[in-house]
């Protein structure tokens, strides 16, 4: 029931669920509660009415493990590369084991020169957990990559359900009218940051914007 499931989601983003998904999906349903936060840092919080309009944020230095994906639509790109992190993060690995769950996965994102819509290849990043950090387990699919990212200061904005090409770019232009003209944040290069496995429909993400060193 659990596969059908996954498999009924998996179709709304145009990707067939291969049977070889069950185990992985099986054990992160067993291991849900457990998800550990990526650390970082609040820096300010800017708002109205009590609401937080956005928040900006410092992450340290860390290890993640990436996949790139250039796919003829976003969320193709997303699932195929977290199915692949799955794998990794619950047995493919060398020390054979469940790394554990950390929150948000990350999904780097580039856009065209005119501004007006995504470039296919997207980086999806998973953040080994803390007892890993020293020293990462080692991928069997040679397309992961471990990288050590270097710390990141970003300016952050919640919004809810589910991620598109359209979604996105309505929430990078909220995110700009709220902010401005910034001198000191990128331009065509933003995160996507998701907090809740794609079954949940209202899911939490976060539009990222990166500021410059």
Known sequence: RLFAHWEAVASTHRVSLPRDMAGPIAQMARHRHAR???PYV???QHG???EAAYEERRYPAGKWACVTM???MYEQSISLSFMKLMRYICKENSVGCH???TVPVLNEIHLTKEGTELEREVLTAYYLPGAFQQNPPVPTDPEIHITE???LRVITRVFYGMTTEETILREISLL???LGPREAVLRGTYIVASYENPSVPQRRNEIWFICQA
């Open 36 to 38: 550990e936060p990526v």
């Open 42 to 44: 609040s820096l300010s």
């Open 48 to 50: 109205k009415c009590e």
């Open 70 to 72: 250039g796919e003829p």
């Open 99 to 101: 790394l554990g769950m």
């Open 149 to 151: 990212r270097a710390p």
């Open 176 to 178: 700009w009218e709220l």
